[in-house]
């Protein structure tokens, strides 16, 4: 009985053994066919692809900045470069470089474990030498084999060229950020001297970068980097390649990054920000080194608009800082961006990376979601302080912005000097998580947490201006949200379009609720909070003061624009109590410079009837064809009647004219 199952075993080995030496016949075929498209491999740091310079323009055709390929890069011979740099790129590129025969089969094991557990790519196991291939000649392929290809080129670079000709050769060619190929070139870009000078903590900041160039870039985001930094040293540590106190004191060291050398005469904030955009999209290869024609939205006349009216209100270096984004809220172009007063100094850009308090600038999405639940204007709410129990205990709302202790008002009137107790029971009433999805469909894209603090904007994170220029501009365009973008279009040396991104229009809000918002802000800035902002046309706005002074907004729209401005201190919650003898809120230098900048826009751009703008002519009637002029009752938001005691005249379009005339008055 044993005999017929051993044969069985043995047929079935046999068969298995043909199958695999099928399997390795045609494995070989394979990599001998692969083996004869090999180029010939020569390690020369100098064979780099010919590099074209970009160029970006803004609206008008202006020159905003050309970004150079071979420009930055600067090839350094081996012994030129510090051990430390070395030992950091080993240790946290590829720890068995000098072990390994091209590949390392740990690495790549390791790799794919850990991308099936985590279901995407997180992690690769290319070696020193593979990216030293794929820089030399197989960058831009997007074959499955060229993973094949990289190994047997790896493997066969291995025999031609000893550890430290690879390391060299990758040294020179790998890209750190910023337009930096190769390590001279990143260490003057970031630190401002040669290779040969690098410290410990600087190589391994520099190392850090390696992986992901934009994310990791200190001038970027300084504390990313620099826990990537600590990354990276605790990496050598572990490898043996420095002591516990070498890299204790590494960990601690100040970092002290050189100002840039090529920054843009104009808009370098926003600039910069359509580089990281592109540098996502396309890769450095083709932003610094494809000869690119970037057309971007930016509107140069703006753009010194804005500068010279931040410089006009707050004009020392002592002074708060000052960011500002306008947008056209028709198609979410960005017409003008002020990130920081000094690029050269910091290149933080707080018109998009900064997230700050927004403080009572954040009540228009609590004022949405009440309209869009059918809370009227002139719905009444107490006034006095307000306590209520919440999940982390009880919270305690006074009113900062103003003198109301008691009594009650309207919504309208409680919008318009931006009461917080009546704002505190609004949001309790509407649920704060319906407030929270509120402010993503209009454009908040930073996280938010579902807690009621968020009425007065009291953000786990805080947001950008970009952000609440977006967000506000839904309210203008009639509930309308359109993604900003900074891109035009890209085009290659040809001329062909290889980067269009897309107008983004999303349905976000009801139109009768944007307009009875929009109506509402219009109060705001006529005779509430905002008046500092009132221009020679139509505007709707909010300020925003956050708690002891230590943030202040004004955002607002008028004539197709929409500006966010924020004033405040980038390096942590610092109260402005004395600025120029004042107390910062957002009623002072944010409107006044919202105001100014927006009457210099109007006058070098101009308004047309598409914008959903009002324009009244300089003889009482209307500036635009088609304008109607209305008397509204600012209680209820509706047309006047003769008993309404408050109302105001405007000059609106057609299809925001409310059409029920006012019952309660």
């Known amino acids: 009985m044993g005999s017929p199952r051993l044969a069985r075993t043995l047929r ?33 740091a100098n064979a780099f692809k010919p590099a074209q310079t970009s160029v970006v323009y803004a609206a008008d055709g202006t020159v905003l900045a050309e970004w150079h390929g071979e420009q930055d890069r600067t ?13 950091a790129v080993v240790a946290i590129e590829d720890e068995r470089f000098y072990t390994h025969t091209g590949v390392d089969s740990q690495a ?33 392929e997007r074959t499955l084999s060229r993973k094949a290809r990289e190994a047997l080129m790896a493997f066969q670079l291995e025999t031609k060229a000893d550890k430290g000709q690879l390391l060299e050769t990758y040294l020179n060619l790998v890209y750190f950020g910023q337009g930096s190929y190769g390590v001279e070139s990143a260490s003057q870009r970031y630190f401002g001297k040669p290779a040969s000078e690098l410290t410990l903590p600087e190589s391994a900041m520099l190392a850090g970068i390696i992986k992901s160039p934009t994310n990791y870039s200190p001038t970027h985001n300084l504390e990313v980097a620099t826990q990537r930094r600590n990354v990276v040293l605790n990496k050598m540590h572990e490898l043996g390649y420095i002591s516990a106190a070498e890299k204790q004191d590494a960990q601690v060291a100040e970092v002290v990054l050189a100002p840039p050398a090529d920054v843009p005469q104009i808009a370098p904030y926003f600039v910069e920000y359509v580089k990281q955009d592109l540098l996502d999209e396309l890769g450095a290869d083709l932003v610094f080194q494809g000869g690119l024609r970037v057309y971007t939205t930016l509107e140069p006349s703006m753009q010194k608009s804005a500068e010279e009216s931040a410089r006009k209100f707050l004009p020392s270096d002592s002074d708060p800082e000052v960011s500002l984004v306008c947008l056209d809220y028709t198609n979410g172009d960005i017409l003008a961006m002020v990130g920081g007063r ?30 869009d639940q059918g809370i009227r204007p002139n719905a009444v709410f107490s006034a006095a302080p307000y306590s209520v129990e919440v999940t982390d205990g009880v919270w305690n709302v006074q009113n900062y912005e103003n003198e109301v202790t008691s009594g009650s008002m309207t919504l309208s009137a409680a919008t318009n000097w931006s009461v917080n107790a009546v704002y505190a029971r609004l949001i309790m009433k509407v649920k704060p998580e319906n407030v929270v999805k509120t402010a993503v469909a209009m454009g908040i894209t930073t996280p938010l947490d579902p807690n009621p603090a968020i009425a007065l904007g009291g953000l786990k994170s805080g947001v950008s201006p970009l952000e609440m220029a977006s967000a506000y501009g839904t309210i203008a365009s009639g509930g309308l949200r359109r993604v900003p973008r900074g891109i035009a279009s890209v085009t290659d040396g040809s001329g062909k379009t290889i980067y269009e991104p897309e107008r983004t229009e999303l349905r976000a809000i009801d139109a009768g609720v944007a307009k009875t918002a929009g109506l509402m802000l219009h109060d705001v800035v006529e005779k509430g909070t905002g008046q500092a902002a009132r221009i020679e046309t139509w505007a709707a706005g909010k300020t925003g003061t956050t708690q002891a002074y230590r943030d202040a907004w004004f955002v607002g729209y008028s004539s197709g624009m929409c500006t966010a401005v924020w004033v405040g201190r980038p390096e942590g919650q610092v109260s402005m109590t004395n600025v120029h003898g004042i107390k910062v809120t957002g009623g002072s230098f944010p409107a006044k410079i919202w105001q100014r900048f927006m009457l210099n826009s109007l006058k070098s751009r101009e308004a047309t009837a598409s914008t959903g703008a009002p324009q009244p002519g300089e003889d009482g009637t209307s500036g635009e064809i088609g304008m109607e002029k209305v008397i509204i009752c600012t209680d209820t938001m509706l047309l006047a009647n003769p008993r309404c005691p408050s109302t105001v005249e405007m000059y609106l379009e057609p299809s925001l004219v409310p059409r029920i005339r006012c019952k309660v008055h």
């Open 342 to 371: 000094d690029f050269k100094a910091d290149q933080f850009n707080l018109a998009v990376q900064g997230r700050r308090q927004p403080g009572s600038a954040f009540k228009p999405f609590v004022l949405v979601t009440a309209l």
């Open 75 to 87: 090839i350094v011979a081996f012994d030129e470069i510090p051990k430390t740099m070395k030992d």
């Open 12 to 44: 079935i080995t046999a068969a298995l053994l043909a199958g695999l030496v099928v399997i390795f016949l045609g494995l070989g075929a394979y990599l001998y066919q692969l083996s004869t498209t090999l180029p010939d491999l020569r390690v020369d």
């Open 108 to 140: 790549i094991v390791r790799s794919l474990k850990v991308n099936a557990e985590s279901g995407e790519y997180r992690q690769g196991g290319s070696t020193i030498t593979q990216q030293v291939v794929k820089l030399l000649f197989t960058e831009g």
